[in-house]
């Protein structure tokens, strides 16, 4: 049964950083794509950023160039570093893998959910 845990989030000033961490069991990082979505109150879940078996990563654009996404390398943990933190990246995020495509317009691609780990950013 795969599981995923979300840890690492928190309240920050805005400019300040975290790092966020899905510990996985149950699957095999192999064959699976691993992502991280938002979601912000009332507004859509959104793509953020994800990653293949390879390392090859994909990120959202309203992140790019200040989140990065990584694995352990016994690929059992995934990571977000997220820095440059804004008020607008305030969200609940959340871990999530699929065995079909690294993909960030849906959460359609991914069949395994974490529970969610809320992080705010004040301004």
């Known amino acids: 049964q795969v599981h995923l845990a979300e840890s690492g989030g928190g309240s920050v000033q805005a400019g300040g950083s975290l790092r966020l961490s899905c510990a996985a069991s149950?699957?095999?990082?192999?064959?699976?794509?691993m992502a991280w979505f938002r979601q912000a109150p009332g507004k859509e879940r959104e793509g953020v950023a994800c990653i293949d078996n390879r390392g090859s990563a994909r990120y959202a654009g309203p992140v790019k160039g200040r989140f990065t996404i990584s694995t352990d390398n016994a690929k059992t943990t995934l990571f977000l570093y997220v820095e440059d933190l804004k008020p607008e990246d305030t969200a609940m995020y959340y871990c999530a893998a699929g065995i079909a495509f690294c993909g960030l317009n849906t959460g359609a691609y991914y069949e395994h959910w974490g529970q969610g780990i809320q992080v705010t950013v004040s301004s």
């Open positions: 149950g699957l095999d990082y192999g064959v699976y794509y």
